[in-house]
Structure formats: structure tokens, C-alpha cells
């Protein structure tokens, strides 16, 4: 059920995700979604819920054990386009609120700000690596997914003119953690100096 509305938002956009769109995409009666989620905004919360799960679970979930910490971040980084381009209705239902009507529960930001704890926590394993520059883990957590998010919108967006995608990421992946490397990095808490 949930796969069916992911793919209705994709194909055919919010104004699609009614109870019987999503029951015959699913060929399911609309009484199976209403006795499982109760409502339509029950269905976006559970797929919303959902997408965060997976990306968490992105972090465990990697082929083959990475041999270092920073080997670990990389391939997150990495799947983390994968996750985004194999599921775009779940993506855009986390990050672009696609569905203007839809408010995530409570429960369910609390499984998104758990998401980026892990994020934080990888992070904080390549930062007592040396890998990576130190200081607040948070900060630096929320720098890599700004770089990550910030790259696949754009592609989402059809906003890339790099001829290969993949080549393309790979390489942003590798210039961000060079410029988080502590011989190029900022300090934990320094700020870029302004010019002018």
C-alpha cells in the first residue's frame, strides 16, 4: 500500500492520493487502508515514517564491511543518492513536503531526527578516526547532508549538466570529505573569514 502511494506521487502527482487511488494501485479494497492506517493522512505518516527508516538503516545495511570509518561515511554518502533516485515519491514526500496538506505526527519527526542522530553518530566515529575535521558532531553532520541533499535536489530537479550522474556525485562525495580532511577543514568552531 505504501509502495502504491509512493508511486501514485511520482506518476501523478499529490491530487492523486485519495483512499481508492491508492486501494486500486494497490488492488486492495479502501477498507484495508482505512483499517490499517484510518485516513490518507494516516498513509503519508507511515510512508513518511518509512523513508526515514530506510535511510537510517542505509548506515548498517552497506555491501561488504567498509574497511574504516571514513570508508563507512563514504558509502553512506553514496547510497544516500541511491535512496533518493530508486524512491522519489518517498523523498519528496520527506524533504520537499510535496503533499502541502501533510504534516508529519510527532511520533514521526522524532523518527526523522533520529535518522540524522545516526548520521551525527557516523560522523563522530570518523571524526575520533582523525579522518575528518573535529569539533561539534552535529555540525559537521549537518554540513555533510546539506552537501548530499543540496546534490541530488538539483539532480531531481533536472539541474545537472555534469554528462555523467554517477561520476559526478562520486566526485562531489570525494571534494567534500577533502574539505573536511582536518589539513583542509575548518576548525570545529572557526568560521570562513569575510571579505570585503
Known sequence: MLDAAADLL???????????RIAAAASVAPMSIYNRFESKAGVLDALFVRGFERLADLRDDLPGPPATPVERLRAFCLAYRRFALDDPGTYALMFDRSVVDFEPSPDSLLTAHACFACLVETVSEVQASGAIVGGDPVEVGQRVWAALHGAVSLERHGICFAPDGDQHYAALVETLLIGLSPAHGLPGGATPSRRG
Open 10 to 20: 511520482v506518476s501523478e502527482g499529490p491530487h492523486a492520493l485519495s483512499i481508492r
